[in-house]
Structures are given as structure tokens and as C-alpha cells.
């Protein structure tokens, strides 16, 4: 098989487009076929001595759906990459957009095929980017890439350098919701990810602000999505959806009004509650997927974290059996299953059958939660300071002790 090669005799630019209008023109015969590489060597030329770079990128791409099927990607990558290296030359950072838009919008083409090596391009061609904002679009369509081509698995570890990636590019809002939903979305469909598409879910739901109520019905689905996914996991208990304007929302809707109830009885109350509402209730919740069962386990937990942090720090085993609607002899079975969840840090004292919470976790974490933290730091702060005032007294009465023994002798 031919294979291009790169000598220093030549422009690298114009060897390849030789290269591709050569496989491109094979069948055509070889007077047509010499004619049309004469042809585009030409123009390739023009373009390279006026520093027409963007033209250079339209007439190397041109060639590449045809070429794609044709050539080794061994072939196909060094055709990129001298491709990919003319973004370097952009003479403003508006023409590397730009420049980066046509590579990005021919490599997706055809996504099925060979679909890991096009985004092996649009990575490269990302590294050589100066543009923070193209280095965004970039990455946005190796992400579509990804889920055309399903090789998702290819760009879902770059999702845990999220934080620096934005703080790099500083993107507006409206491409932060797109960003967020899109890398949800990727997640969700890996089970063993659901807490991190969960998490997205949650960054795309907290974009939006009580000023955005002309869009805000937009995320009334993804509201509900979220919402349901925290209802049903059994290993989340704490969650920021309940004051979101995203998922308000729903409270004032008449087909999900019960959805915005159902998720304040898992942040705000106690099983009791949740029966009452699941016997109202029963018909829309089956329909959606919730298990009876699995709840009553959840809201368990939930309600004896809510006794922890409602509680003087001690709690009758009789408290624990009429909140949970247990046998006196499952309390014990269900403070374990609450510290195995991280929901508290507690003894028991059988003798007394009493819990001691030491620590027990909160459900959300809302201006309720702050001054209740604030109130405990200052008691802290407060603590670390009688203890330092105590230590240099007592370091004064020791010195002073040193010096009248030294007076004596």
C-alpha cells in the first residue's frame, strides 16, 4: 500500500494534499487523474505562499470523506495531523475557531467509522489549540463523537479534570447546561456511574436561576429525572435539589407536583410521612418505577439521621422501633445498617438502650445547615481559645516559679 511520506524537500501541506487527490482521482484514469492533482497542487501552493491557511484547511478536508474508507489509519492520522498542525499558523485566535470548526465538523462526518481513530484526531487536534473557547468546541464534538460512534469509554476519564477544563475554557452558562447534560447523559448509561452522572445532573439542574423563568420548563424533564434517580438509589441520602428554581418548578405543576413532594418527604420528614403520601399516591409512583419496598429501607435510614440531628445526642432504642415502625429487637440491626451508610457515628449503650449519636448526617445542606455549622465553629474557635489562654497562664505561673526558686538559691 502507498503510504505518504514527508521529506524536507517539501511542504508537508503540500505533499499531503498530492497524497489524498492521488487516491482520491485513482479511477478516473490517468490523464484526469494527473490533471486534477496538477490542478489541487496548485491552488495548495497559492494558499501556502499568501499564508492562506483557512482556504489550505477547506482544500486538504475536501478529500475527506472519500479517502476515509480508503487508506490504512496509520495513513489517515499523519494526513491529520499535518491537517490538525495548520491551527498553529492561525494568524487570530478567531481564525483558529474557525479553523477548528471545519477539522471538527469533517471528522464527525460518517461517525461509525473508525470512530476511536477520529477521536484520537479531534484530541489532537485539541492539544494544539491556543483558543479556550475553541478548545471547548473541540471537545464538545469529540464528546458527540463519542456517543455517535459509541466509544464513550474512550473520553469518560477526561470527565474527572472537569473543574480545571472549565476554569480553563470559562464558558458562559447556556454551554455549561449543554456541557453538563451531555456528560449526565454519556453517564447514565454505565450503572456503575450513576452517581457521577447523578452529579452532573445536579450541575446542569443548578444552572438555572430564579431570572431564567422563560427557559425554565426546558429542564422540567431533567427536574424529574433527577428526582426520581435520588428516590430510587439506595446509597445517596443528601442532595441540593430541593431549593433549586430547576426543580421548584415542579411544585406548581399539575403533572408533577407529587414529584416535588415526594423528594421534600425524603429531605424533610420521616417515614411516617412517606407512607401517607405513598397510599395517596400509589398509582403515579408504580408507574414510575418506585418500589414500595426499597423506599421504606431508604427512608428508614433517613429518619433515623433525622432523630441524630434533631435529638439531644442520646436516643431511646423505644424513640428509634415507633419512628421506623420496627420491632424492639431490630434497632440494634438498623443503627448498624446507619453507620454502614455513613449516616451516623454512634454507640449503644444496651444497658440503657440508648443510642449516642456523635455525628449523623444531614439530609441538604441549606442556610438552616450554615448556621448551625457557623454556630459550631464559633464554639470551636472559642474552645481553642480559652484552652490557649489557659496554657499561657499556666506558662506565666511556671516561669514565674522558675524565677523565684533561682531567687531563693
Not at 473543574?163 to 454519556?186: A, M, P
Not at 431490630?330 to 456523635?358: F, G, H, P, R
Amino acid at each position: 500500500m502507498t503510504t505518504i511520506v514527508i521529506t524536507s524537500e517539501e511542504d508537508p501541506s503540500l505533499t499531503t494534499v498530492r497524497f489524498t487527490s492521488e487516491h482520491t482521482w485513482a479511477d478516473a484514469g490517468p490523464e484526469v487523474l494527473a490533471e486534477e492533482v496538477s490542478l489541487l497542487c496548485r491552488e495548495a501552493e497559492t494558499f501556502i505562499a499568501n499564508g492562506q491557511n483557512l482556504d489550505l484547511v477547506t482544500l486538504m478536508l475536501t478529500p475527506a470523506d472519500l479517502i476515509f474508507p480508503k487508506l490504512s489509519e496509520k495513513d489517515l492520522e499523519c494526513i491529520f495531523t499535518i491537517i490538525c498542525n495548520l491551527v498553529t499558523k492561525a494568524t487570530s485566535l478567531n481564525e483558529e475557531l474557525e479553523m477548528a470548526e471545519r477539522i471538527s465538523v469533517k471528522v464527525c462526518q460518517q461517525p461509525n467509522d473508525k470512530p476511536a481513530l477520529r477521536l484520537k484526531i479531534l484530541f489532537n487536534l485539541y492539544n494544539l489549540l491556543e483558543n479556550p473557547y475553541s478548545k471547548f468546541y473541540v471537545y464538545m464534538k469529540a464528546l458527540d463523537l463519542a456517543v455517535s460512534g459509541k466509544v464513550t469509554e474512550n473520553i469518560v476519564p477526561s470527565f474527572k479534570k472537569m473543574d480545571s477544563f472549565l476554569k480553563e475554557w470559562n464558558i458562559g452558562t447556556v454551554d455549561q447546561r449543554k456541557l453538563f447534560l451531555t456528560i449526565s447523559n454519556v453517564l447514565k448509561e454505565n450503572k456503575s456511574m450513576s452517581k457521577d452522572s447523578f452529579n452532573f445532573l445536579t450541575k446542569y439542574l443548578a444552572t438555572f436561576s430564579s431570572d431564567d423563568a422563560n427557559i425554565m420548563s426546558e429542564a422540567k424533564g431533567e427536574a424529574v429525572r433527577a428526582v426520581m434517580e435520588f428516590v430510587k438509589a439506595p446509597d445517596m441520602f443528601q442532595c441540593d435539589l430541593l431549593d433549586m428554581p430547576a426543580v421548584a418548578q415542579l411544585e406548581q405543576d399539575g403533572n408533577y407536583a407529587w414529584v416535588y413532594q415526594l423528594l421534600k418527604i425524603f429531605l424533610t420528614q420521616r417515614l411516617k410521612a412517606y407512607i401517607a403520601f405513598q397510599a395517596e399516591n400509589d398509582t403515579a409512583m408504580t408507574e414510575s418505577g418506585i418500589v414500595f419496598e426499597d423506599c421504606m429501607t431508604k427512608m428508614r435510614l433517613l429518619s433515623l439521621a433525622d432523630l441524630g440531628s434533631n435529638e439531644s445526642g442520646e436516643i431511646p432504642y423505644a424513640m428509634v422501633a415507633n419512628t421506623l415502625m420496627i420491632q424492639d429487637d431490630e434497632v440494634e440491626e438498623w443503627i448498624v445498617k446507619a453507620i454502614a451508610a455513613k449516616l451516623l457515628d454512634c454507640k449503644m449503650d444496651q444497658l440503657n438502650q440508648t443510642v449516642i449519636v456523635s455525628r449523623c448526617s444531614d439530609r441538604l445542606f441549606g442556610p438552616n445547615q450554615w448556621v448551625a455549622l457557623r454556630s459550631k465553629l464559633s464554639m470551636w474557635r472559642g474552645n481553642i481559645a480559652n484552652v490557649i489562654t489557659t496554657i499561657q497562664a499556666n506558662k506565666l505561673v511556671e516561669d514565674a516559679s522558675q524565677v523565684t526558686g533561682q531567687g531563693v538559691a
